[in-house]
């Protein structure tokens, strides 16, 4: 017998390797975050989504081609329907090419899903969250509960699944609460991380107004906290300091303000089936057609290095404050951050 073909590891033209795959699951979602989604979205005909075993499929092909990491988000994972479903046929990679399965949520599921995530082998999610003031959130999501989210983080926590929290930082909403964020995120175990709001999609809200570069959050927050940069890095572009008067660590995410595509190690999938190279711009490659035209895994892989031969250096996000048009006109929904 033909002894299979070990198939190439993904190196793209700046000689980064990739090794960290993002898959949006869904572009649905049961929030509909002022920053991130418009009231009224149109979401995707079935007919266009991948089916599970589709995503497996795609999702073995880069475990082949040298992922290592894999990450989960939407739109809202947990809403896609039977996703327990290929969380647990990936979680059966842990160990024999997967080092890592994760998601990223808003939480509002995890009550009920906490046990069995880590029953598959997950170990750490990520859970969004810009606010501890019910009211604010329901106003910020435009349909969340705060309790839910609780109770979600709760149950991880009592299942053995370690949280880091993210809080996208919006002038004049969240930036006052950031100290309580921070005590709560720690007091819990925690880490916390901020982002600053990126300019994708079309929402009703002027971004412009609600951007807060994190060097003014970071000042404000040295007037009650020492911060002191730390070199813990979790492959990702957060930048750490460790905070003194809790003991735990803060992260922060700037693409607006700072450039971390030098060290970019991912590439982002969508329910679709496209394949974006760079979260911050319009190039991706469509998978789907090559999936469904052949069972082939050599045609898989190398539709797969065709993409990565285009990843480009960086993304080039700007604000265009006279236009107030998106940078990027797909919404986070698409990609999944
Ligand atoms: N629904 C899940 C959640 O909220 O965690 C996963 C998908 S959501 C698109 C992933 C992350 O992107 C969330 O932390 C969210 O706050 C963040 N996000 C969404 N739109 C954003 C934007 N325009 N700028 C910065 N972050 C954004
Ligand atoms: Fe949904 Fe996450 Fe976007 Fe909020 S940020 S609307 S929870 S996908």
Do not use: W
Request: charged share 25%; aromatic share 6%; glycine share 8%.
């Amino acid at each position: 017998m033909e002894p299979m073909r070990v198939p190439a590891a993904m190196i793209d033209p700046f000689q980064r390797a990739i090794t960290y795959l993002r898959v949006s699951v869904t572009d649905r979602c049961d929030y509909r975050c002022t920053y991130c989604m418009a009231e009224n979205m149109s979401f995707l005909p079935k007919k266009d989504l991948l089916t599970l075993e589709e995503l497996n499929r795609l999702c073995a092909a880069f475990i082949a081609k040298g992922v290592r990491k894999m990450r989960l988000t939407g739109g809202e994972p947990l809403v896609r329907k039977n996703i327990m479903h290929l969380v647990r046929t990936l979680g059966k990679r842990l160990g024999s090419g997967l080092d890592e399965l994760t998601l990223t949520t808003n939480g509002s599921q995890l009550a009920r899903f906490a046990d069995e995530l880590y029953d598959c082998g997950v170990r750490r999610i990520n859970v969004s969250l810009d606010t501890l003031d019910p009211v604010k959130f329901h106003q910020i999501t435009r349909r969340g509960d705060l309790d839910e989210v609780m109770e979600g983080i709760d149950a991880c926590q009592k299942a053995g699944l370690k949280i880091k929290l993210n809080a996208v930082a919006l002038k004049g909403f969240n930036d006052a609460e950031m100290p309580d964020m921070i005590r709560f995120a720690h007091g819990r175990g925690m880490d916390l991380t901020v982002i600053e709001t990126m300019p994708m999609g079309e929402v009703e809200e002027d971004r412009t107004d609600r951007y807060l570069p994190l060097s003014k959050l970071r000042a404000d927050l040295e007037q009650q906290f020492t911060l002191t940069d730390t070199g813990y890095r979790t492959g990702g572009p957060a930048r750490y300091v460790r905070v003194k008067e809790t003991g735990g660590r803060l992260g922060f995410i700037t693409p607006m303000t700072h450039n971390f595509c030098e060290s970019c190690n991912r590439v982002r999938l969508t329910c679709t089936g496209m394949l974006y190279m760079c979260l911050g711009q319009n190039d991706a490659a469509d998978l789907r057609s090559t999936l469904r035209a052949t069972q082939d895994h050599d045609a898989l892989h190398a539709a797969i290095d065709e993409a990565i031969a285009r990843k480009p250096r960086g993304h080039d996000f700007i604000i265009d404050r006279t236009q107030n048009r998106p940078a990027v006109p797909r919404h986070m929904s698409v990609t999944g951050g």
